[in-house]
C-alpha cells in the first residue's frame, strides 16, 4: 500500500512538471529564461530530485529485504554503500564481467565479439524528453505561429527604444539630445568647441572653417541642414549613410559635440583664407 502510494505521488508529480513545462512553452517567448521564468527551472529541478529519490527508495527497499533475507539465512552483511552501486547498476543496467556470457552474440569479427547491451535508462529517459521536446516546440513554433529568432529580436529593439525614449524623458538635463540641444553662446563653451574642432575637424574643414575634404562652414549653404540641431545631429550621427563625415558619438562626449556644433555656427559670416565653393542649400533658419 505504501509502494502504491508513493508510485501514485511520483506519477502525479511529472504530470505536473510537464503541464507547467507545456505551459511554460506556450506562454513565455523564451521559456528556459530564468528571470522570465523561474518555475520551469524550479520544475525541472524538482522532477530530477523526486526520480532520484525514488530510485533511492526503491534500493534502499530493496537493501533492507535483502538484508533482512541474509539475516534469516545467516549471511553476513554486505560491503558498506553497496546501495550507491545499485542506484549506479539499476540506471546504466551494466552487467557485470561474470555475467557477459549471458548477453555475448555468437559472432566475432577477427576475435572481437560483441555484447548485446541495453540502452541505459538515463538515456532512454533523455531520448524521450527530446520527443516530448520537439513535440511542444513543434505546437508552440508552427502550428500556433510562436514568435521566431527576427520576430523577437525586433520585439526587443522595439521595447528597447521606448524604454530610452521614457528614459529620456525623466533623465538629467545634462543629456544632450539632437531633439533637446541649445546653442551654446558663452566664451567658455565656445573656446571648448574650438578646441575639439582644432583637434578633430579642422583637417577636413581646415581650421578657420573654409573647408578642404570636407564643406565650407562659413557660408549659408548646408548639405544636411543648418541651425543648431541638424550640425548636432551630422556630428552626433555622422554624414550621408557613411558616405560624408563620420559619427563622431562613439569618440566625443555629447557636451562635446554640443560645443564643437555651436562653434561651428559661430564660424558663420566669417571669411576663411581659402573658402570652398557653396556646397548644399541656402539655409534660413524657421
Known amino acids: 500500500m505504501k509502494r502504491s502510494f508513493q508510485s501514485t505521488i511520483y ?61 534469516k539465512e545467516g549471511i553476513l552483511p554486505e560491503e558498506p554503500n553497496l546501495w550507491i552501486k545499485k542506484i549506479l547498476v539499476k540506471w546504466t543496467r551494466a552487467k557485470a564481467i561474470e ?42 513554433f508552427q502550428v500556433l505561429d510562436g514568435d521566431n529568432q527576427a520576430m523577437e529580436y525586433n520585439k526587443a529593439v522595439a521595447e528597447a527604444k521606448a524604454a530610452l525614449k521614457e528614459y529620456k524623458k525623466s533623465a538629467p538635463v545634462d543629456l544632450i539630445t539632437p531633439e533637446n540641444v541649445t546653442l551654446l553662446t558663452d566664451a567658455s563653451d565656445l573656446s571648448r ?11 577636413c574643414h581646415l581650421k578657420d572653417g573654409g573647408g578642404q575634404i570636407g564643406p565650407n562652414l562659413t557660408d549659408e549653404y548646408w548639405i544636411l541642414g543648418g541651425g543648431i ?32 556644433s555651436s562653434y561651428v555656427i559661430s564660424l558663420q559670416g566669417t571669411t576663411p583664407a581659402k573658402a570652398k565653393a557653396p556646397q548644399g542649400e541656402k539655409w534660413e533658419e524657421e
Open 11 to 71: 506519477v502525479v508529480f511529472v504530470i505536473v512538471t510537464f503541464i507547467a513545462l507545456a505551459k511554460s512553452f506556450m506562454v513565455y517567448e523564451n521559456p528556459f529564461n530564468i528571470y522570465e521564468n523561474p518555475l520551469v527551472w524550479l520544475a525541472l529541478i524538482g522532477f530530477i530530485l523526486v526520480v532520484v529519490l525514488k530510485e533511492a527508495v526503491n534500493v534502499l527497499a530493496i537493501k533492507k529485504a535483502t538484508d533482512l533475507q541474509n539475516e
Open 99 to 140: 555475467q557477459e556470457e549471458d548477453i555475448i552474440l555468437d559472432h566475432n569479427y577477427d576475435g572481437i565479439k560483441e555484447l548485446d547491451n541495453s540502452l541505459p535508462p538515463w538515456w532512454v529517459y533523455m531520448f524521450y524528453a527530446t520527443i516530448l521536446f520537439g513535440v511542444i516546440y513543434l505546437v508552440r
Open 229 to 260: 540641431k541638424n550640425v548636432f545631429n551630422t556630428v552626433y550621427n555622422g554624414g550621408r549613410d557613411g558616405k560624408g563625415m563620420i559619427a563622431w558619438n562613439k569618440t566625443l562626449k555629447a557636451a562635446d559635440i554640443a560645443k564643437v
Open 193 to 203: 568647441g574650438k578646441a575639439v574642432f582644432n583637434l578633430n575637424c579642422a583637417s
